[in-house]
């Protein structure tokens, strides 16, 4: 199986899950708040939160995985459980050199970037961004709050993205291919 049916068969149960789940839920919401039961609603409501985080988060994983194939495939018999261990950063500088393009250049990466910083607050720090507070030693910068069409967006900026860096890397998209003669770090 091609790198592009890998990510598309990846990607496919996301969308089907962002076209499907966000408006069940929004209508069950609001059938909840036209019954009455607030309570109802605000479980409906969180819902619907956690499953576009979800989404967030699934979507930066799909980007990691496929960085770890590709890394996989680059560095063959070479590659060791320490550089799998890496900070994408690592890997896609790797990549960047050994291909010749810039991941920055490629149509999505800002929703990459976005998706990876959204993905590591959710995981991490309650959807929080905190900074040195003036009053209290922490204040809150930025609070992640996700919308059907952000995380659309986002989902269509990292579709874009992953197979263009298929495109860039495409020797790794063939069945055995040789290993880098580079050594390894």
Known sequence: MGLTRVVEADLAPLKLLLDTVPPLLRQRAADAIAARD?????????????ELESLVIQLNAAVDGLLLILVTRWK??????????????TWLTDL????????????????????GTDSNLIKHR???????????????NRVVELTEATVLSRFLGVRSWLLELI???????????????????
């Open 38 to 50: 607030q309570q109802a609603a605000a479980t409906y409501l969180q819902a619907l939160r956690l």
């Open 76 to 89: 063959g018999s070479a590659i060791t459980p320490s550089y799998t261990k890496q900070y994408r950063y």
């Open 96 to 115: 960047e050199n050994e291909f010749g393009f810039k991941r920055a250049d490629l149509k999505g990466w800002q929703e990459v970037e976005e998706t």
């Open 126 to 140: 309650l959807g929080l961004n905190l900074a040195a507070g003036r009053e209290t030693p922490l204040a809150i």
């Open 167 to 185: 495109d860039r890397c495409k020797r790794l998209d063939e069945p055995n291919v040789p290993p880098n003669k580079q050594s390894v770090r």
